[in-house]
């Protein structure tokens, strides 16, 4: 369990944890099952981050910094997950021609506008939360976002051979009893998460995280219809996405409340 944690860690970030421990190769079949739990590292850092600018800089440069933290936490893993997604079902029209388009290291016309609105619209998100919040949502929306993507591994196969693969990593498939155990390890990981939100001085709009699994079963689906199977594009495409229709919710609940 625990090389599975760190091997999570070394997989979703750059950070040299492998000089700290060494993981069996087969602990990164596994690095779904942490995901959540990466995200206190990438989203704790990035509230932080935010935190700390903010208290010396207009909020949407804060936004930017913690944005731009991650982004060297992770080594843009995910976004360039999105690049490739928004090229591959942009430009592709079957099956075999949007994986094709997706394994191409290039980014197309649909990747550059897929992250440029995907960052325009975060920051502008961002900047429009209450300040004494943001920090707790900033931290949130990552853990909560990637516990919502990590079951697309119950809902769909792999659509490629592990030679296939760009990381030559193919996550393990979860029986019941792990499935369980991955429910109450994403339950787990919201828990300090939920704890900082509710410990606000007024009421935090709850029903937005309705919204994320909705997002994450829409996508699902697309990507079944297209791809009968996902990628590891797809996954952080779908993280991102995922954490963006949080964002959303939250602001337009709070405009109402």
């Not at 079957?94 to 994986?99: M, N």
């Not at 998460?193 to 509710?198: D, E, K, M, P, S």
């Not at 797809?234 to 919710?249: M, R, W």
């Amino acid at each position: 369990m625990t090389d599975r944690l760190w091997a999570s860690l070394m997989f979703f970030t750059r950070l040299p944890f492998w000089r700290i421990r060494q993981v069996d190769a087969e602990c990164f079949k596994h690095v779904v099952d942490y995901w959540p739990f990466a995200g206190w590292l990438t989203g704790g850092t990035a509230a932080l981050v935010f935190w700390l600018v903010s208290g010396i800089l207009p909020i949407a440069t804060a936004a930017l910094a913690a944005i731009g933290t991650r982004l060297w936490l992770t080594g843009a893993l995910h976004e360039d997950g999105l690049a490739d997604f928004c090229d591959g079902f942009g430009g592709g029209t079957t099956r075999e021609r949007t994986l094709a388009i997706m394994k191409d290291s290039h980014i197309g016309t649909y990747g550059v506008l897929g992250l440029v609105f995907y960052i325009g619209l975060l920051i502008s998100l961002i900047s429009a939360l209450p300040l004494y919040v943001a920090p707790a949502i900033i931290f949130t929306a990552d853990v909560y976002a990637k516990a919502c993507s990590s079951f697309i591994i119950l809902q769909l196969p792999y659509a490629r051979t592990a030679e296939q693969a760009k990381t030559g990593v193919v996550y393990s498939v979860w029986n019941k009893q792990a499935a369980a155990g991955h429910v109450f390890r994403c339950l787990l990981a919201l828990v300090p998460c939920v704890a900082w939100l509710l410990s606000g001085p007024t009421a935090f709009p709850l029903w937005a995280f309705l919204v994320p699994p909705v997002t994450e079963l829409l996508l699902t689906g697309w990507m079944k219809r297209r791809l009968q199977g996902y990628t590891g594009d797809c996954c952080g495409a779908l993280v991102l996405l995922c954490e963006l229709s949080f964002y959303l919710s939250i602001v337009i609940l709070y405009h109402f409340i």
